[in-house]
């Protein structure tokens, strides 16, 4: 992993959290209210991404990578919603 540079890695990170968070979200919270949850995991998310591309402090590419994280999470979050609506 020496070949990654930390703040490509923090990106997948971010996407990797944000799976966590709605397999999580689709599991255990109630019927009614999964999606309601969902919204809430995505701005998360983003704010995760954020302080993740700030820790890494590379300036390069920051709005770069800042837009993947969130567009990332922002598709994980809608896999995630429909599968709460086929089930």
Same mark, same amino acid.
């Given at each position: 992993m020496a070949d990654v540079p930390a703040?490509? $890695?923090?990106?997948?990170?971010?996407?990797? $959290?944000?799976l966590v968070g709605v397999v999580l979200v689709d599991v255990f919270a109630p019927g009614q209210h999964v999606l309601s949850w969902l919204a809430l995991a995505l701005p998360l998310a983003i704010v995760a991404g954020i302080v993740a591309q700030l820790a890494v402090a590379e300036q390069r590419g920051f709005l770069t990578r800042l837009a993947a994280t969130a567009t990332g999470s922002f598709v994980l979050v809608l896999i995630g919603a429909a599968v709460a609506l086929a089930i």
């Open positions: 703040a490509r $890695l923090a990106v997948v990170a971010v996407w990797v $959290l944000t």
